[in-house]
Nanobody, 123 residues
């Protein structure tokens, strides 16, 4: 069983930064991919970024390229999402998700989900 716990959300002004964490348990780091998704009120859940935990290759949505950075700490079994130059349109609940395979960009390809953490960017 894989468990994911997000943390680090909050309220920030436009142009500010936040770092989200996704702590994982279980055997995720050797064979899994982990993705970050977000869902704003009234909108579908959308892909943000993902990382192959074995090797570290990454894939970013165009909307966050150059502003967001995903990284991993294998010793802590934790994946981080550094979010810089935040915009009001980044406001959403952010979820981390895991799948036993390579990076994917659609929510239904992921088997395990965290509970989500709210990110609110004020203008």
């Amino acid at each position: 069983q894989v468990q994911l716990v997000e943390s680090g959300g909050g309220l920030v002004q436009a142009g500010g930064s936040l770092r989200l964490s996704c702590a994982t348990s279980g055997r995720t780091f050797s064979t899994y991919a982990l993705g970050w998704f977000r869902q704003a009120p009234g909108k579908e859940r959308e892909f943000v970024v993902a990382i192959n935990l074995n090797g570290g290759s990454t894939y970013y949505a165009d909307s966050v390229k150059g502003r967001f950075t995903i990284s991993r700490d294998t010793a802590k079994n934790t994946v981080y999402l550094q979010m810089n130059s935040l915009k009001p349109e980044d406001t959403a609940v952010y979820y981390c998700a895991a799948r036993r395979s390579r990076v994917a960009t659609t929510p239904n390809e992921y088997n395990y989900w965290g509970q989500g953490t709210q990110v609110t960017v004020s203008s």
